[in-house]
Nanobody, 115 residues
Framework: QVQLVESGGGLVQPGGSLRLSCAAS????????MSWYRQAPGKERELVAT????GRGTNYANRFTISRDNAKNMVYLQMDSLKPEDTAVYSC????????????WGQGTQVTVSS
């Protein structure tokens, strides 16, 4: 059974930091590209960061850093200098690098940035 379980969300003050984690199981983690997406109320889901199966990361927000540990089947998102506009549900995504490029989603974790 495929599972992506996010954790680490919560309430943080502006300027603070959070580290999100995503625990993967039920598939060959090291073959998958991993990404973090977020969706704020009333807005479309947007891509935050992506990391290749070999660990090459691409961060679409300068304050966020994605990383992975293939030995532990984990992917992380370090978020620094958080702003109220970062408030959203953050979800983990896994996409196979081999055909048929199956994609899996976690249930998401809420991040709220507020004073």
């Amino acid at each position: 059974q495929v599972q992506l379980v996010e954790s680490g969300g919560g309430l943080v003050q502006p300027g603070g930091s959070l580290r999100l984690s995503c625990a993967a199981s039920g598939f060959t983690f090291s073959r998958y590209t991993m990404s973090w997406y977020r969706q704020a109320p009333g807005k479309e889901r947007e891509l935050v960061a992506t990391i290749s199966n070999t660990g090459r990361g691409t961060n679409y927000a300068n304050r966020f850093t994605i990383s992975r540990d293939n030995a532990k089947n984990m992917v992380y998102l370090q978020m620094d200098s958080l702003k109220p506009e970062d408030t959203a549900v953050y979800s983990c995504n896994a996409k196979d690098t081999a055909w048929p490029y199956i994609s899996y989603w976690g249930q998401g974790t809420q991040v709220t940035v507020s004073s």
